[in-house]
């Protein structure tokens, strides 16, 4: 059972969050509340800029003794950023919401959080989204940082340098693997002694529980591959995967379904891809899940393909329940999580030959698999909070 606040005597965290919708930093978060909740050694805050309603899928998961606090509430200021996740804004909509309404949000998160702040001892900004509302905030700041410095800068160098030099304003700057740390050390030399590392971390009793849960859907019930992620093809590569499942198939003469749980803007993209390549009928596009442990957890195998990461997250869970992974070998992220190909098989960026091959192998060799399984379990203590929790307490409690 979660503790009353008022029980709890220790350091005041309040955790930043510029929107709180379905993705990896979310869920990621949502375990982190969790945890710390159940230890009891910190008094939580959580702080979202801006109320997405109905949008906040993870909502019920967040403990009860959690202060929950929206910034910008009013439906005149959030009605506009909602519809925005669900659909493309006409373009005098998408001017009205930045010219005239992001001023008065900016505004009011700048009062709220400036209020905020006077009462913790410690802001730890989740999505490094708050770098200018908290240049006069006194306390101790953190920032969270989840994705590869090096491909932010290969996409955008201007806007990557100006939030290196906003990274300076905060004491520390966790980044969420070896290499994504190594990338920040060179890019940004004047952040080197802030920058710090601590793994997402993931309960696997919890996981486990949640993994049990009864699924009524009878396609869980036959035999598949899953991949569990955002359909945005920026970032994801979704469509190598499509490709390496036809391979599989024709050249390797598998028969496992191939299911692609999540969504985004990429999606017609990819089941027009599906169809292109005729395995439109033997690849199921599930949408959403708030709860994918169960599929995962009955799955052959977990395959991840993207082209850049920060460390990610269905990774790390599928690594816990004990699953066969293969996954595209992006910064960052992908090799630690797999030891650098001991628990898990990498193939490059891009390469459906490699992917459908590693996919083949890794299914029918038993020799392999024996190999992988004792690979993981060295791999999953570095991913659980009893391996992280002393790093968080020197992050938040400096001597």
């Not at 019920?60 to 439906?75: A, E, K, N, Y």
């Not at 730890?124 to 770098?131: A, G, Q």
């Not at 491909?151 to 980044?175: H, T």
């Not at 859907?217 to 991949?227: C, G, L, S, V």
Request: hydrophobic fraction near 40%; charged fraction near 30%.
């Amino acid at each position: 059972m979660p503790l009353n606040p008022i029980q709890v005597q220790g350091p005041r965290l309040l955790f930043l969050l510029s929107r709180f919708l379905d993705g990896g930093i979310d869920t990621v978060l949502v375990e982190y509340l969790r945890h710390l909740s159940q230890r009891g050694c910190y008094r939580l805050t959580l702080a979202i800029a801006t109320d997405m309603g109905e949008l906040e899928v993870f909502r019920s998961r967040v403990p009860h003794d959690v202060r929950v606090v929206h910034l910008v509430s009013s439906p005149a200021l959030t009605r506009l950023p909602q519809r925005k996740i669900r659909q493309k804004l006409p373009l005098p909509l998408k001017l009205w919401n930045e010219t005239a309404l992001q001023p008065v949000r900016r505004s009011i998160i700048g009062r709220e959080l400036k209020r905020l702040a006077r009462e913790h001892d410690v802001v730890i900004d989740f999505d490094c989204c708050h770098y200018s509302y908290l240049r006069n905030v006194g306390c101790r700041k953190v920032a969270w940082f989840h994705f590869s410095f090096d491909k932010l800068m290969e996409q955008n160098p201007r806007r990557m340098k100006r939030i290196g030099r906003r990274l300076e304003r905060y004491d520390r700057v966790v980044c969420i693997s070896q290499a994504m740390l190594a990338e920040g050390e060179r890019l940004f030399p004047l952040l080197k002694g802030k920058l710090c590392l601590v793994y997402n971390a993931k309960d696997p009793a919890s996981l486990m529980e949640r993994a049990s849960e009864e699924v009524a859907d009878e396609r869980i019930r036959q035999p598949y591959i899953i991949a569990v992620e955002r359909l945005e093809e920026s970032q994801k590569d979704l469509s190598t995967l499509l490709r390496a499942y036809q391979l599989l198939r024709t050249r390797h003469g598998h028969t496992e379904r191939l299911y692609i749980m999540g969504k985004g803007r990429s999606e017609q993209l990819l089941r027009a891809l599906a169809k292109e390549l005729a395995v439109d009928e033997t690849v199921d596009f599930l949408g959403f899940y708030s709860n994918p442990l169960p599929w995962i957890y009955r799955s052959r195998m977990v395959v991840h393909s993207a082209k850049f990461e920060g460390l990610p997250t269905v990774m790390i869970e599928a690594l816990q329940l004990g699953k066969l992974i293969v996954a595209s070998d992006c910064p960052t992220g992908p090799a630690e999580i797999l030891a650098h190909g001991d628990a898990g098989v990498l193939t490059p960026v891009g390469d459906a030959e490699a992917m459908a091959a590693a996919m083949h192998r890794l299914l029918t060799d038993g020799e392999l698999q024996e190999r992988i399984k004792k690979g993981m379990r060295k791999q999953q203590y570095l991913f659980s909070f009893e391996a992280t929790d002393r790093q968080f307490d020197r992050l938040v409690k400096p001597q």
